[in-house]
């Protein structure tokens, strides 16, 4: 349990340093982002593609 603690941890520091140097995450093409009037609706569709993915290349590497 604490190295899965650990694991997590330093994905999601790893994911802040990338986004505090320019990542565009959550701004990919293929994210749907509906403006009418005073309201937004923003669907992160690829984004949540994309984190699926590498999340599941490293649980896949955990595994091993």
């Given at each position: ?19 505090e ?15 009418r ?5 923003y ?10 993915v ?6 896949a590497?955990?595994r091993r």
């Amino acid at each position: 349990m604490g190295r899965l603690l650990i694991v997590v941890g330093v994905l999601v520091l790893v994911a802040g340093v990338a986004i505090e140097l320019g990542l565009p995450l959550g701004r990919l093409p293929g994210d749907i982002v509906i403006r009418r009037g005073n309201t937004t609706v923003y669907l992160p569709i690829v984004t949540c593609i994309v984190v699926s993915v590498v999340l599941s290349i490293v649980a896949a590497v955990l595994r091993r």
